[in-house]
């Protein structure tokens, strides 16, 4: 008995010297104090983590001849909303929905009344036309609006025109016409037409 007794007594002697140890060196490890108990060691050791770090991206980096992405293709591409979506890019997408709300506003104005609304302001309220719709600010694209009793004219024009910021126009006949190199009119290529 006393044989196993004290092989057990040595072997927990040994498991337990070997975990306090341990402990001690995960503590020195892990413990900020302790190094900074140690300025050298601490500022060592920090060296070294700064000098791998600067040296990885280093390794990574292509060569300088590599030619430069123009920022456009940067961009992300535009995902069409819906089969046949005629949008070039979110922001076209955002005006010619506000376009297509004001038509159908229009459209239910007229059949209501008997006439088109001459202003922005009498469409409030008519199909989904809101108040906050009135502003001409729309995001990238400024919002023109001339009202007669028997035709309107809408345009949105963008803050800046290119080839994902073509201007829009739309008449009563129910077209919504685009052009990305100049103020679109009745006589720009048709995007979309809506019978209502």
């Known amino acids: 008995m006393t044989g196993r ?12 010297s070997t975990t306090q140890s341990m402990q001690r060196m995960i503590d020195r490890v892990t413990n900020p104090m302790n190094l900074m108990k ?3 060691q ?4 920090l060296a070294v983590l700064l ?9 990574d980096a292509s060569p300088a ?6 920022p456009a293709s940067q961009a992300p591409a535009y995902t069409p909303k819906y089969h046949g979506d005629p949008a070039r890019s979110d922001s076209e997408s955002n005006a010619l929905a506000y ?3 004001v038509m159908r506003a229009q459209m239910l104005f007229n059949k209501h009344y008997g006439h088109y609304a001459t202003s922005l302001t009498q469409l409030i309220h008519t199909g989904t036309f809101t108040q906050r719709m009135v502003n001409p600010e729309r995001g990238d694209y400024t919002v023109g609006f001339k009202g007669k009793k028997d035709g309107f004219i809408l345009t949105l024009t963008p803050k800046n ?5 073509r201007s829009f126009y739309a008449e009563e006949d129910g077209k919504i016409h685009a052009d990305e190199s100049n103020a ?3 006589n720009s290529p048709v995007v979309e037409t809506h019978h209502w």
């Open 51 to 59: 000098l791998a770090a600067c040296t990885v991206p280093a390794q």
């Open 161 to 165: 025109l290119d080839a994902q910021h």
């Open 65 to 70: 001849t590599a030619p430069a992405a123009s």
């Open 99 to 101: 376009t297509r709300v």
């Open 184 to 186: 679109a009119d009745g």
């Open 38 to 40: 140690r300025p050298t």
């Open 5 to 16: 007794n004290t092989a057990a007594r040595m072997t927990n002697r040994m498991i337990h």
């Open 42 to 45: 601490f500022f060592t050791i």
